[in-house]
């Protein structure tokens, strides 16, 4: 299980556009919606092919599933 600390870090990244690389579930590229109960992460992702809100999904990631995370942009 992850620390605290990598809880209390995804948390700054709620609302900006995330990459995260898991081992067994895959690749997710979108914005970080919500951390559920310090043990999954939300991502609203754009479905490829789509520009409208409609087309839209939401991918539930187990946080003991992260491998690499990569956020596009942190205020200075």
């Known amino acids: 299980m992850f620390s605290a600390?990598?809880?209390e870090q995804l948390s700054?990244?709620?609302g900006r556009e995330v990459e995260i690389v898991t081992g067994e579930y895959?690749?997710?590229e979108g914005i970080?919606?919500?951390?559920?109960?310090?043990d999954f992460v939300r991502v609203?992702?754009?479905?490829?092919?789509?520009e409208t809100a409609a087309a839209?999904?939401?991918?539930?990631?187990p946080v003991d599933a992260i491998a690499y995370i990569?956020?596009?942009?942190?205020?200075v």
Not at 44 to 50: K, L, T
Request: charged letters at 15%; hydrophobic letters at 35%; zero cysteines.
């Open 5 to 7: 600390s990598f809880i």
């Open 12 to 14: 700054r990244y709620v």
């Open 26 to 28: 895959g690749y997710y």
């Open 32 to 38: 970080l919606i919500e951390i559920v109960s310090n």
């Open 44 to 50: 609203s992702e754009v479905v490829p092919g789509y």
């Open 56 to 61: 839209t999904r939401q991918s539930i990631i």
């Open 70 to 75: 990569r956020v596009s942009s942190l205020p």
